[in-house]
């Protein structure tokens, strides 16, 4: 089974040794723990994908700050905001900022439990996503312009002789660019060439 990284992030040494005790018994599981939020941030750079345990009501930076300072890069952390109260617009606010889970300390450890799998399960879904769509900018950026603009106008369901009068070029330079671009792709048909253009986030614009 793939080691799966979990992050701590609580002011509270005594509820990141006990958070720390039940996850250990997650043979998958690998445990980092922080005592602050700001010693999380000055890290996320360097850090795998994962679940975040975040306490909210933290001195200096809260919880709340910390989805906020890692906006850009949210997606790659399942965030669960761990609380002593469990008002609703705290909640709320979690929620908008990409948080996943919100629950109540002390926690029940099979909820926990529960709520870590549910967020690593997204995770990693997202990663999965993300490693498609960059293969797939990837595969698009290798086209030259003009292999792009016929493959736009594939996308936009029109016929080669439509995109020819468009880009001011003969049918059959269509269709040799038509050729060339679903070989750089390496796919041997168009709804190969569209589910490949689509996942790189190409969009008609008609």
């Known amino acids: 089974m793939a080691t799966r990284n979990i992050y701590i992030v609580d002011d509270d040494q005594s509820v990141r040794a006990g958070l720390q005790s039940l996850l ?25 994908p994962g679940c975040l345990l975040l306490d909210y009501n933290m001195p200096g930076m809260d919880g709340l700050d910390v989805l906020e300072a890692i906006a850009d890069v949210r997606d790659r952390f399942g965030t669960i905001i761990l609380t002593g109260q469990g008002a609703i617009s705290v909640a709320v606010r979690a929620w908008k900022l990409g948080a996943l889970d919100f629950l109540e300390k002390p926690c029940d450890p099979a909820l926990l439990l529960q709520a870590v799998e549910s967020a690593f399960t997204i995770v990693e879904q997202d990663q999965q996503k993300a490693s498609v769509a960059e293969r797939a900018k990837k595969s698009v950026d290798s086209l030259t312009q003009r292999e792009q603009d016929v493959l736009l106008g594939l996308i936009e369901g029109r016929a080669n002789k439509l995109i020819a009068y468009d880009l001011a070029i003969s049918p059959r330079t269509v269709e040799i660019h038509r050729a060339k671009l679903m070989a750089k792709l390496g796919v041997r048909s168009l709804s190969e060439a569209l589910r490949i253009a689509f996942a790189a986030g190409l969009i008609p614009i008609r």
Not at 25 to 45: C, K, N
């Open 24 to 48: 250990a018994t997650q043979p998958s599981l690998m445990v980092f723990t922080y005592r602050s939020g700001e010693d999380f941030v000055a890290q996320i750079a360097d850090l795998e």
